[in-house]
């Protein structure tokens, strides 16, 4: 089937989805972006995804091209054109196409948007879940406003390059007084001998996550203990259990940091009831409606 693409306004074949040579996401990554995950032709947790996407904008004070409901709308459809089931959709939004200069373009230039959507497997993700991931931990060498989700994912990009010609599925990076601070695409948890989950305080150092932030929902709920506090790479690995989370991959049991196995070398019971339940804490909606 072809795909489609949503580029400022058009609903575009793949091939001729296109942005300009001088925007300034493409020059600068001057650019933000969010990734929703589609689960039976439905949005999960829209609502925490468009306030981040806020907040996004906001430390970059960047416009916001157009109300909520609208950027819903381009969303659905996106994925409704791309018939997508169960998979992700992405909305990008730059500060748009203007002579490169550092500094922002006068006021007045329109953002460019693009959103895309694309099938994932689901019975995949829970082969990949059943066997459990391996990780490598690497340094973490991003810009120190990693809260930020802007498309200046050079770093990550690296990380995850490194992590895949090792045999390994995720890099966990690591700052410089030895402390993991969260994996390329997603944020990292261990579950500690006593049984407390903890993951590292969502300060300017790591991604506040979507899914981060439901697990800590689901763990409130079930009068699970758990601490916002950094861990070291040492702690993680002599940890009973140890997850990542993020909306593509929801929660994925590690098994093995840097080669090394994680507990018994098993997905962790924690790990795998958290991910069974996810989907009935995550907001999962059919329209855009709820949003004001
Ligand atoms: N950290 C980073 C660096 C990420 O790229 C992502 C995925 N967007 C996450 C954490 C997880 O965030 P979420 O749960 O919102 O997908």
């Not at 949005?43 to 904008?57: F, G, P, Y």
């Amino acid at each position: 089937m072809a795909r489609i693409v949503y580029v400022n306004g058009v609903y575009a074949p793949y091939a001729s989805a296109v942005v300009h040579a001088e925007d300034r996401g493409f020059q600068f990554a001057d650019a933000v972006y969010e990734v929703c995950e589609v689960r039976d032709g439905l949005l999960v947790d829209e609502r925490r995804h468009m306030a981040r996407l806020q907040r996004s904008l906001g430390e970059l004070r960047m416009a916001q091209p157009m109300d909520l409901r609208s950027l819903g709308v381009i969303l659905r459809e996106t994925v409704r054109r791309n018939r997508v089931k169960n998979g992700l959709v992405y909305l990008q939004i730059t500060r748009g196409v203007a002579r490169r200069d550092f500094a922002f373009p006068q006021p007045g230039v329109a953002p460019t948007v693009v959103c895309f959507a694309r099938p994932l497997s689901r019975a995949k993700g829970e082969k990949r879940a059943g066997a459990g991931i391996s990780v490598i931990t690497l340094p973490d060498i991003r810009w120190t406003r990693a809260d930020i989700k802007t498309t200046g994912l050079l770093a990550q990009s690296l990380a995850r390059q490194q992590a895949n010609e090792a045999g390994a599925y995720e890099a966990w990076m690591v700052d410089r007084d030895g402390y993991i601070t969260e994996g390329a695409s997603c944020n990292a948890w261990i579950v500690t001998a006593d049984g407390k989950l903890v993951t590292r305080p969502a300060d300017f150092g790591i991604l506040r996550g979507i899914t981060r932030g439901v697990v800590m929902d689901i763990a409130r709920r079930n009068g699970f203990v758990f601490e916002e506090r950094a861990f070291t790479v040492d702690e993680a690995k002599a940890a009973r259990e140890a997850f990542q989370t993020s909306a593509t991959g929801l929660v994925m049991p590690v098994v093995k940091i840097d080669g090394e196995p994680v507990g018994n070398g098993k997905p962790g019971e924690v790990a795998v009831g958290l991910r069974q339940v996810y989907h009935t804490v995550a907001e999962i909606s059919s329209t855009p409606a709820h949003l004001t």
